[in-house]
């Protein structure tokens, strides 16, 4: 017996049409995207990596200039309102209400608009580029693989790079030395700054290569905008202060230690 086999042939309608060409379009859409989330993610992490690279090259070349100064004269009177830089990258402004407290900075470039009677030795590493980079000496932790040039003063740029006096007077000297760093939850710059305890060691090294230890004996989180731990009023007392993000960047891990 013979049998007929009809196949019944699935009627597409032109709303079916419409939603299939939709479903592609978003496919191609998703595809695209997550090409360019993945590309944008990878450059960042690169451009992230060739920067802070940059910090060992001037921490060897230190050694190669430490002979070599320049001299800052500009002096921010802390009566006056300064601009700080936050670690997340936005600016914030702040009243150091302490009126003898003096500090030496300068400007990414170097460039000194104010003549006072301050002065400072800086080292001054000029790279491949011919970008100068300007260091009051080193930071070196052992327990926790820390090992940079400390720059100058603070930007959003110069954070990429290594860390940064965020404010303060000369090093290792009577005061309160503020060094600000990222936090990349990694191991670079001071992302394991918040495992130090008390006790724990760290080194300062100025440009003429004399080194001073200091012992951790604080450690607490504030909110971004508190910078009480900024004071310049240490009784005599020569501190280190260091700054860096928690891992959610909500708030700021502080570090003090004392010169020992």
């Known amino acids: 017996m013979n049998q007929i086999l009809v196949s019944e042939k699935l009627y597409v309608t032109p709303e079916l049409k419409r939603k299939k060409k939709w479903y592609k379009f978003n496919l191609i859409i998703s595809i695209i995207l997550v090409i360019v989330l993945f ?14 690279s940059i910090s060992q090259d001037i921490l060897a070349g230190m050694t190669k200039i430490k002979n070599k100064f ?6 921010i009177n802390a009566e006056d309102d300064v601009w700080v830089i936050a670690l997340n990258g936005d600016m914030s402004l ?14 990414e470039t170097g460039n000194n608009d104010n003549q006072t009677e301050g002065t400072e030795n800086l080292g001054v590493y000029e790279a491949d580029d011919g970008t100068k980079y300007y260091t009051i000496g080193s930071i070196r932790i052992d327990k926790i693989g820390v090992d940079y040039p400390i720059l100058a003063s603070t930007t959003p740029s110069l954070l990429k790079i290594s860390v940064c006096r965020f404010w303060g007077g000369n090093v ?37 290569e004399k080194t001073t230890q200091y012992s ?11 910078v009480s731990c900024t004071s310049q009023l240490t009784n005599g007392r020569t501190i280190i202060t ?6 959610d960047n909500k708030q700021r891990v502080v570090v003090q230690a004392e010169k020992i």
Not at 39 to 52: F, G, M, V
Not at 178 to 192: D, T
Not at 216 to 226: I, R
């Open 70 to 75: 320049i001299k800052d004269t500009t002096t």
């Open 242 to 247: 260091l700054i860096t993000c928690t891992n």
């Open 216 to 226: 951790v004996y604080n450690k607490y989180t504030v909110e971004p905008d508190d």
């Open 172 to 208: 290792n000297e009577p005061g309160n030395l503020c060094i600000a760093g990222h936090n990349y939850r990694n191991k670079r710059f001071f992302s394991k700054v918040p495992t130090l305890n008390v006790g724990d060691i760290i080194e300062i090294t100025d440009i003429n």
């Open 94 to 107: 702040y009243n150091e209400k302490e009126e003898k407290n003096k500090q030496t900075m300068v400007d």
């Open 39 to 52: 590309s944008i993610a990878a450059y960042t992490r690169y451009d992230r990596d060739k920067q802070a």
